[in-house]
């Protein structure tokens, strides 16, 4: 199917976000974090990158913005959790830098595969 790019902190969150994707029958490349995920992303040429907003070292607002710079058409999407502050707000500035979809944490599998599979027709 497709090759995805999973960026998450979390290793708990990427690797279930991972084996959802597999699952549905998509490559998935993962990174750690934003400058990571920028640096595979050069390398991997995915074609759907799924990142988390709030990560250490590079946020994903500034990884959604830096993608974007690189390739205008490439399907994002955002997922955050929001930590003690929430997550609306992080996912509404995600959209304004480039995500085409937010999903917020904790979601369902079926979100997850349904949004991706959105993106995909894109």
Known sequence: MARILVIDDDIAVRLTVQLALEQAGHEVICASDGNEGLRVFASAAPQLVVTDIIMRDQDGIETI??????????PILAISGGGRVGNADFLKIAIKRGANEVLSKPFEREDL??????????
């Open 65 to 74: 913005a830096q993608i974007r710079g690189r390739d205008a058409k490439i």
């Open 113 to 122: 595969t349904a949004a991706v599979n959105r993106l995909l027709l894109v």
